[in-house]
């Protein structure tokens, strides 16, 4: 489960980057978490976008 | 720098057969000009259109002196944006591929694929940052048949109206390249101006004797049978099949032969029974530029025949490189200070030279 800390976020976008069908900016240049719960096939690129966040805005829980 | 001041005399001499002043291929100052003057306003070719097809898809190029980077944006509309950041002017895309953003990669500030600025670290901080008024300066873009073009003035009149006729020529001409498979790009370092590889470029007076086992052995190059047509911003070239491929089984004469469009200053688009070729000459400094071919295989030919026919127009264009940078010397003596042109053979060259001393001295290209 993917949640991400917006008072964190500067919208650095790596996320977007790396995932962009899982992550996209708002209007405010904010985070956008478009798949809370990404297919299997995105764990990989997902991990790297939580990983590669300048301010450690997001964080990947296993769902419970 | 002295040509600007006998500039009438120049003009007579050219409609009388002389060319351009040879300083004009040597002096960097004239460089300086054409860069402002020419390259940052003139249709340049970037890419194919299947290259921007989808939304995202962006491609990177440098027009002159400008970077450049066109997009396909979430709407399906291309734009073309000046490849710089409006922080610290590093570049917001590198390459080519799909993105659904273009982040520059130095400090994060990102861009919507319309250029407008959708994020910067840490701008909440900053008093009286508005980020809404802040976008990528634009450049000007245009389809001409498959291609991508583009103009770093942001104000330039349409490609269509600049390159008129040319879709009318592209089609009598049958000059398409849909469907083809793009083989390969293949850059030819020239330590010579780019005018003199762009003037070589157009005329074949040269290959009978430059290519004797190359191009003017696989075309009839003769002056009854190479036709050159000129326009205003655009030249043509047609010329039949002299020598066929080795295994092509069907008689030269009923080939389609070579066709070529040119469009000033500096872009060359041509196909012929089995091969296409895109290309640019970019200028790099006063006495070197940059050729770089796109090249394209027509649906459905004979491998064989395709690479025999790519080694030929490779063999041509390295023969064209050797006499363009023996030229080169002959520009830098100032021993000889305007070459005669011969107006029949070379009309394309005259075309490509009257327009050249048009932009370095119109009030109305000044920058």
Known sequence: MLSADLDKCQGYANCM??????????????????????????????????????????SLRDTP | ??????????????????????????????????????????????????????????????????????TRDREGALRGHVNVCLHRLHPVAEGAGCKKILQCRYHGWTYGLDGALKSAPRSQQEPDFDKSSMKLRNVSVGMLGDLVFANPDPDAAPLLEYAAPAPDLLEKLEIGLDKWEHTGTFAYDVPANWKLFTENALECYHCAL??????????????????????????????????????????????????????????????????GTVARVQPTGPQSCRFVVDTFARPGVDKAILDEWLSMYDATFAEDKIVVAGQQAGYNSGRVAQGRLMTTSESSIAMFQRRTWRAIHSEAERT
């Open chain 2, 210 to 275: 430059v290519h004797n086992t190359t191009y003017g052995n696989a075309f009839d190059t003769d002056s009854e049978s190479y036709i050159c047509d000129n326009y205003e911003h655009v030249a043509t070239q047609v010329a039949p099949v002299a020598h066929a491929p080795s295994s092509e089984g069907r008689p030269a004469d009923s080939l389609a032969g070579f066709r070529m469009l040119f469009v000033w200053p500096s872009t060359f688009v041509s196909v012929d029974d089995y091969a």
């Open chain 2, 1 to 70: 720098m002295t040509a600007t001041t006998n500039h009438d005399h120049i003009e007579q001499s050219m409609q009388s057969g002389w060319q351009l002043p040879a300083e004009l291929y040597a002096d960097p100052t004239y460089y300086a000009l054409e860069r402002a003057r020419i390259f940052d306003h003139a249709w340049q070719y970037v890419c194919r259109a299947d290259q921007l097809q989808n939304a995202g898809d962006f491609v990177t190029t440098t027009l002159g002196d400008t970077p450049v980077v066109i």
């Open chain 1, 17 to 58: 980057v790396n995932a962009p069908d899982v992550f996209d900016l708002d209007d405010d240049g904010k985070v956008d978490i478009l798949e809370p719960t990404p297919d299997p096939g995105e764990m990989d690129a997902v991990r790297e976008a939580v990983s590669s966040c300048p301010v450690r805005a997001l």
